[in-house]
């Protein structure tokens, strides 16, 4: 007898033990649960108009920034081309100091500090390469400028069907949901007549596969 009071008090000490583990478990896997869904709340969604969806489409990507940048090299490219034909005007000062002057007869011939300044005027009259490149650079401007307006049109398009898309799809869950609860009143309606014997066992197994499948077209709705 002791020793079956003995073995009985050891299992059920373990018991104790077992389950004192298994609540700390349970009580740090909560821990965990619940600071990973902290981490991992969503987002506040907001409402946004169709045009403000677009515009902020085309703010925020990336292709359209990208696309803006080529104006601005373009844009380099022109006032690098126009450098070559503007009017050039270059200027040149010496300052000599010598350690005495240089006189004769009593006159002086070479002074001991003298300053010369001279100022020189150029225009290109015939500047066939700059005024090409010039022309090209201009053309490469407005190829740029044609970039980023396809672009903007592409991301414009590409937002567009997307917030269409999801009003159709809205609307869509919405539509079934209605069914869904046309579907769910007959099925309650061929029921209760059932139950009252004035309906068919047939129509009320009709009225429920008519439930199931609408509430199939709900999730497929969702989901989509």
């Given at each position: 007898?002791?020793?079956?009071?003995?073995?009985?008090?050891?299992g059920s000490r373990r018991g104790l033990r077992y389950g004192n583990v298994a609540r700390c478990a349970l009580a740090v896997l909560a821990a965990h649960a619940a600071a990973a869904s902290a981490q991992t709340a969503p987002a506040p969604a907001f409402r946004v108009t169709f045009k403000e969806a677009i515009d902020r489409a085309i703010e925020k990507n990336p292709n359209v920034a990208a696309a803006a940048s080529?104006?601005?090299?373009?844009?380099?490219?022109?006032?690098?081309?126009?450098?070559?034909?503007?009017?050039?005007?270059?200027s040149d000062i010496t300052w000599t100091n010598l350690n005495?002057?240089?006189?004769?007869?009593?006159?002086?011939?070479?002074?001991?500090?003298?300053?010369?300044?001279?100022?020189?005027?150029?225009?290109?009259?015939?500047?066939?390469?700059?005024?090409?490149?010039?022309?090209?650079?201009?053309?490469?401007?407005?190829?740029?400028?044609?970039?980023?307006?396809n672009t903007k049109r592409q991301v414009a398009f590409a937002t567009a069907d997307a917030f269409l898309?999801?009003?159709?799809?809205?609307?869509?869950?919405?539509?079934?949901?209605r069914a869904l609860e046309v579907a769910r009143a007959h099925f309650d309606l061929a029921t209760e007549l059932e139950r009252q014997g004035m309906g068919s066992r047939l129509n009320a197994l009709r009225a429920q596969q008519?439930?199931?499948?609408?509430?199939?077209?709900?999730?497929?709705?969702?989901?989509?």
């Amino acid at each position: 007898m002791s020793l079956s009071k003995a073995l009985a008090a050891n299992g059920s000490r373990r018991g104790l033990r077992y389950g004192n583990v298994a609540r700390c478990a349970l009580a740090v896997l909560a821990a965990h649960a619940a600071a990973a869904s902290a981490q991992t709340a969503p987002a506040p969604a907001f409402r946004v108009t169709f045009k403000e969806a677009i515009d902020r489409a085309i703010e925020k990507n990336p292709n359209v920034a990208a696309a803006a940048s080529g104006i601005l090299a373009a844009e380099g490219l022109i006032r690098q081309a126009r450098a070559g034909t503007l009017t050039r005007v270059t200027s040149d000062i010496t300052w000599t100091n010598l350690n005495r002057g240089v006189e004769f007869e009593g006159a002086t011939v070479t002074p001991r500090s003298q300053v010369t300044a001279s100022v020189t005027a150029g225009q290109p009259i015939l500047a066939g390469a700059a005024w090409a490149r010039r022309a090209q650079a201009a053309d490469t401007k407005n190829v740029a400028e044609l970039n980023v307006a396809n672009t903007k049109r592409q991301v414009a398009f590409a937002t567009a069907d997307a917030f269409l898309t999801i009003i159709t799809q809205r609307r869509l869950v919405e539509a079934n949901l209605r069914a869904l609860e046309v579907a769910r009143a007959h099925f309650d309606l061929a029921t209760e007549l059932e139950r009252q014997g004035m309906g068919s066992r047939l129509n009320a197994l009709r009225a429920q596969q008519q439930v199931s499948t609408d509430e199939g077209l709900v999730e497929i709705a969702r989901l989509g």
